[in-house]
């Protein structure tokens, strides 16, 4: 009886230090990107640049994606931050359009952040 017991015990607790354990110690923060005209119409082939810009010594999250047929670009970091998006539809050199903002991550949560693209004007500039 005392064996049954020392054997299930030890059964218990392996189960619950290697069982259902997440902890492999990568987190996942996943985000998605949505590019919009101002009327919502989805913008297709739109790149799309999400960084934190930091000091050079400091790991840096840097992503770069284009939009599908949806409007939209998923990318997932491991880390909590803030990022700074950018996302423009090019015709030639210049972009042709333009528009940015900012996702905060969450750990485990699906974030989707709209950014709404705008005609580009060298008289006024970027974001």
């Known amino acids: 009886m005392k064996k049954q017991l020392k054997l299930i015990a030890t059964f218990a607790l392996l189960l619950g230090l290697f069982g259902c354990s997440k902890d492999d110690g ?12 101002p009327e919502g119409i989805p913008v297709q082939n739109a790149r799309v640049e999400a960084n934190a810009p930091v000091p050079a010594n400091v790991l840096m999250a840097d992503f770069v994606g284009f939009t599908n047929e949806f409007g939209m670009v998923s990318f997932e970091y491991n880390y909590e931050a803030v990022l700074k998006i950018q996302a ?28 709404i693209v705008r005609p580009f004007s060298p008289d006024i500039g970027g974001c």
Do not use: N, Y
């Open 88 to 115: 423009t539809r090019s015709a030639g050199q210049l972009p042709s359009w333009i528009g940015c903002g900012f996702v905060k991550l969450e750990e485990d949560k699906e974030i989707i952040a709209r950014i």
């Open 26 to 37: 990568l987190r996942s923060f996943p985000f998605t990107i949505m590019v919009t005209t």
